[in-house]
């Protein structure tokens, strides 16, 4: 039977990364992954420039059944470490907004520098791994071309989202074989979607993006909302997604630091004549304007007709806009899962299962999600360092 020192599956972001980390610890290294391409996911990510770190990284930027579970890894393998090893690699970046650092170039740039510093290390692509079991003296991961025997395991398969580009539920099953708690699991940094009566106003704005402000179950966002064919998107509604839970109600500000109705009011005294529509244009995105006005059938009508009681309604409707979506666009096009493997169950400092000595879970399949903006893969890169330097 084949041996190695540590077999870590999946060659994503976390995968890639641990491997290069273990080397300093002279380790035989095999990464398996049954994709044919590695880290696709970085190649996708951050519209094609990788968002790959935040530089405000810090454990209130993820979500988890234990937000200090992630404290440890993060402070040991902090932004500035990975900016240092893209700076050697000589890859150009820039910080777009809010301490984001996404690359000048292609995010491939960020794949090539793993597989750099992973060198030395065997990647194994197209393999599919059949079973983990254990045995006295570690592992044994069966693939179709034979078996391995490992003492360490480390699983960084990341979690369920973009099935079409090779997510699977491994990591979960392994848990789960070998007694891990989970946290249960749903599509997260996800647009969300309507039903019929509420696509009323969405859908003829449909590309229209504007800044708003959403807070809900702990989260507040103020950034960009985008309308679509099905709902809403855009970073303000895919941040308030991970907060969401199916059937409850979101309130949104459409005009953030902007009272619409004291606005309307004012403009009655002075210019009573003009339509509501063109005031409101003045207020709000044109588009925007419209379609709230011709909402409240007052697409004509004149400001000085409106008693105080239906521009409240009207100002309501766009700095508290309730609606109730339906469902989110799912694993399809999910950025993250949230939830995964109990983080009672591993140890911070090693992420190795408690009761399973030697082997670790990494990156995203762990019950640690970040919000939107590059913290995902900075604990990606933190908790695979964590799990190679493991004694
Ligand atoms: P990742 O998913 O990267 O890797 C898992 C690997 O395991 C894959 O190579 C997969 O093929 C392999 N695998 C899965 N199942 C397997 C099986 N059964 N057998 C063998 N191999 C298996 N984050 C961020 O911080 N900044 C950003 O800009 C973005 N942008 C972004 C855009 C889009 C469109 C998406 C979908 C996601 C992002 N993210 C992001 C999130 C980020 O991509 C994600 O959190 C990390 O890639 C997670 O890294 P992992 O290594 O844990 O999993």
């Not at 968002?51 to 810090?58: D, H, I, V």
């Not at 469902?327 to 999910?334: D, F, N």
């Given at each position: 039977m084949e041996h190695a020192d540590l077999v870590i599956l999946g060659a994503g972001a976390a995968g890639l990364f641990c491997a290069g980390s273990s080397l300093a610890q002279g380790r035989r290294v095999l990464v398996l992954d049954h994709a044919r391409v590695p880290a696709e996911k970085i190649r996708i990510s951050g519209g094609g420039r990788?968002?790959?770190?935040?530089?405000?990284?810090?454990?209130?930027r993820f979500l988890s059944g234990n937000p200090r579970f992630a404290a440890s890894a993060l402070a040991r393998y902090a932004p500035g470490a990975f900016v240092d090893l893209v700076d050697r690699a000589g890859i150009t970046w820039h910080e777009k907004t809010q301490g984001q650092l996404f690359c000048d170039g292609k995010a491939t740039q960020i794949t090539d520098m793993l597989l750099d510093r992973m060198r030395g290390a065997e990647l194994r692509l197209g393999t599919a791994i059949e079973r983990v079991d254990r045995q006295a003296e570690g592992f044994v991961i069966k693939t179709p071309g034979g078996a391995i025997a490992a003492p360490r395991v480390v699983v960084a398969t990341g979690g369920k989202s973009i099935p079409k580009i090779g997510a699977t539920g491994l990591a979960y099953d392994l848990a789960a074989q070998f007694g891990l708690r989970l946290v249960e699991t749903r599509p997260a940094l996800v647009p969300l979607t309507f039903a019929e009566q509420d696509l009323a106003l969405c859908r003829p704005l449909a590309g229209l993006s504007v800044e708003a402000r959403i807070a809900h179950g702990g989260g507040a966002f103020h950034d960009a909302l985008l309308f679509t064919h099905r709902g809403l998107s855009g970073p303000a509604i895919l941040q308030i997604s991970s907060f969401w839970r199916a059937g409850e109600v979101l309130t949104i500000d459409l005009a953030p630091g902007r009272d619409i109705a004291a606005d309307l009011k004012v403009a009655r005294g002075s210019r009573g004549k003009a339509q509501v529509a063109t005031v409101l244009a003045q207020l709000l995105p044109d588009r925007l304007a419209q379609a709230v006005a011709a909402e409240a059938g007052l697409a004509q009508a004149r400001l000085a007709d409106q008693p105080n009681a239906r521009l409240e309604a009207l100002g309501a409707r766009v700095n508290r806009w309730q609606v109730r979506p339906v469902?989110?666009?799912?694993?399809?096009?999910?950025e993250v899962t949230l939830g995964g493997v109990d983080t009672r169950d591993l140890d911070a400092k090693t992420l190795q299962a408690r009761k399973v000595p030697g082997l670790a879970f990494i990156g995203e399949c762990v019950d640690v999600t970040g919000w939107l903006g590059g913290y995902n893969f900075q604990w990606a890169w933190a908790s695979a360092d964590a799990a190679a330097r493991a004694p």
């Open positions: 990788c968002n790959f770190t935040n530089l405000a990284t810090g454990p209130d469902g989110t666009e799912g694993y399809r096009t999910a």
